[in-house]
C-alpha cells in the first residue's frame, strides 16, 4: 500500500482511529521481538502496508511514535477492583497483573536502555505502564484503611506497589519465567498480606 492509498494516510486523507491502533500495535510487537534499538520507521511501515513517510509526517520520529503507542493503551487493569475487603482486593490484583505482566514485562525489558536515555519514552513509560496501575493500587489501599482494616501509619502500606509490581519485573530476570497469576496469587498469599496483618 503506498501513500494516499485508502487506510494508510496521506496529505489528503486522515489516518482512521483503527489504522492507528494497527501501527501502534505494530510498533510495539516490533519491539518485544527485536528490541528498542531494533525497531525502524521502515520496518513498520513494512509490516501495516504503509508508506514509511506516513508515519513520519504523523509522529516525526520513532521515539515520538513509540511514546504515542505506549499512551494510546492507557487502560490500568487493577481500576475498579473492588470486593469489598483490602485481601480479596489484593487477591484480585494479583490475577489481574499476572494475565499481563508477561507481555509488559516483555515490552519493557525490549526497551531497556532506551527508556533511561530517552525523557519522551521514559515519561511514556512511567504515565501509560507504570503509573495507572500504582495509582489503582493505592486507591484499593486506601479504601482498606478507611475500613480499618489496616492502619494508616502501617509501615508495609507504602512498599506493597513496589511488592506486587517489582515481582514481576524481577521473576523473569532472577527464574526465566513470567510472573504469572498463579505465582502472583501465592506471592500476595505468603508475603504481601502478612505484611499487612491480612490474612
Do not use: N
Request: glycine letters at 8%.
Amino acid at each position: 500500500m503506498r501513500d494516499g492509498e485508502p487506510g494508510c494516510g496521506s496529505t489528503r486523507s486522515k489516518i482512521t482511529s483503527e489504522r492507528e491502533r494497527e501501527f501502534f500495535e505494530a510498533v510495539l510487537d516490533e519491539i518485544r521481538t527485536g528490541g528498542y534499538e531494533a525497531v525502524t520507521m521502515e520496518g513498520v511501515a513494512a509490516r501495516t502496508r504503509c508508506g514509511k513517510s506516513t508515519l513520519y509526517r504523523r509522529w516525526r520520529t520513532k521515539a515520538r511514535f513509540v511514546a504515542a503507542a505506549l499512551r494510546a493503551r492507557r487502560e490500568p487493569r487493577c481500576a475498579g477492583i473492588d470486593t469489598g475487603s483490602l485481601a480479596g482486593d489484593l487477591r484480585r490484583v494479583a490475577a489481574a497483573t499476572g494475565t499481563w505482566s508477561e507481555r509488559d514485562t516483555a515490552l519493557l525489558q525490549a526497551l531497556g536502555y532506551a527508556v533511561m536515555t530517552d525523557s519522551d519514552l521514559r515519561d511514556a513509560v512511567r504515565e501509560t505502564v507504570i503509573a495507572p496501575e500504582v495509582a489503582a493500587l493505592e486507591e484499593i489501599l486506601r479504601r482498606g484503611v478507611a475500613r480499618g482494616e489496616v492502619p494508616a501509619d502501617h509501615p508495609a502500606l507504602a512498599f506493597v506497589p513496589d511488592m506486587i509490581f517489582g515481582a514481576t519485573r524481577i521473576r523473569p530476570l532472577l527464574s526465566g519465567r513470567p510472573a504469572d497469576a498463579d505465582y502472583l496469587r501465592r506471592y500476595v498469599e505468603s508475603a504481601v498480606l502478612p505484611a499487612l496483618g491480612l490474612s
